[in-house]
């Protein structure tokens, strides 16, 4: 199943799933005249060598009507402290300019953010729930680029920035992909 959003950028998106794996692939092109930051290259793993990407993972929220996977500047979550925020890492896009990635998760989806631990022993049941994409972004302005700056990874430098709050990014979200399982817990179940 596919779907379509549009803002400062086109987002064009596909789901298919096959046995034991969601393959979901996007199609990003920025259709404003300004520069284009997408939050689509998410952190693994964090250490003093450096941050590690996943280049094929996404986050994986539970909401009451909808599975939301996305790329995005994911919120700390109330009550939660943390030393630094996860930012994820940037692709530049200039007007014009596209991206297409593929994202490939296990089935059923299990809840993954950059914050909290979600426990295998507390996930009992699962659920089919309507899948929707999410794709963070901001609108470069003058000065932009230079408060960016290159992170070492396992996979090279890659551009980021040190700073920066949800409030200032954007977020479009396509329409339901299909319907596609998401473990739960017992609470969530009820809700």
């Not at 909290?116 to 996930?123: G, K, N, Q």
């Not at 049941?125 to 972004?137: A, R, S």
Request: glycine share 6%; with cysteine; charged share 25%.
């Amino acid at each position: 199943m596919s779907s379509e959003a549009r803002g400062d950028i086109d987002l064009k998106a596909r789901c298919t799933s096959s046995t034991g794996a969601l393959q979901l692939e996007y199609l990003a092109q920025n259709i404003s005249q300004r520069t284009v930051f997408l939050f689509n290259i998410l952190h693994g793993h964090i250490s003093d060598n450096g941050v590690y990407p996943l280049l094929a993972g996404a986050y994986v929220e539970l909401e009451p009507e909808a599975v939301v996977v996305s790329r995005k500047l994911f919120p700390v979550p109330e009550l939660t402290l943390v030393e630094h925020r996860n930012i994820p890492f940037v692709t530049r896009l200039l007007p014009q300019a596209q991206v297409h990635e593929r994202i490939e998760l296990p089935l059923p989806l299990k809840q993954f953010d950059p914050y909290r631990s979600f426990e295998d022993e507390e996930l009992l049941q699962w659920l089919e729930k309507p899948l929707m994409f999410e794709l963070g972004y901001f609108l470069g302005a003058p000065g932009t680029e230079e408060l960016g700056r290159s992170f070492p990874t396992d996979h090279g430098p890659r551009p980021g920035f040190d700073v920066f709050t949800e409030s200032a990014q954007r977020l479009l979200r396509t329409d339901a992909l299909g319907e596609f399982p998401i473990v739960t817990t017992r609470e969530e179940r009820k809700s």
